[in-house]
Nanobody, 126 residues
């Protein structure tokens, strides 16, 4: 069972930056597709970015050019670098793991992922 722990959330002004981290336990991390999602109250979890084990990355249109996902397999960690943050980016951010490779469409579906972290809150003030 993979356990995921996010960190790095906080309060930032619009235009600022944050870097989220997600540390994973277990031996399967190098083979996992790692995803970042976000959720606000009353809304479905929304795809942000994914990094496949083969190096492929995907992004939601809303964050393309502002956010960057990366992974360090030696540290079992995936990162989400968030720049030029907007108040609309305010949400609880989750990382998730799927043991396999997925297409852009599949990687963007939260139902594919089998393991989730507890989330970290990001608040962007205007």
């Amino acid at each position: 069972q993979v356990q995921l722990v996010e960190s790095g959330g906080g309060l930032v002004q619009a235009g600022g930056s944050l870097r989220l981290s997600c540390a994973a336990s277990g031996r399967t991390f190098p083979k996992n597709t790692m995803g970042w999602f976000r959720q606000t109250p009353g809304r479905e979890r929304a795809f942000i970015a994914a990094a496949r084990s083969d190096g492929g990355t995907f992004y939601a249109d809303s964050v393309k050019g502002r956010f960057a996902i990366s992974r360090e397999n030696a540290r079992n960690t995936v990162f989400l670098e968030m720049n030029n943050l907007e108040p609309e980016d305010t949400a609880n951010y989750y990382c998730a793991a799927f043991n396999g490779v997925c297409s852009r469409t599949a990687c963007g579906d939260w139902r594919l992922y089998t393991n989730w972290g507890q989330g970290t809150q990001v608040t962007v003030s205007s």
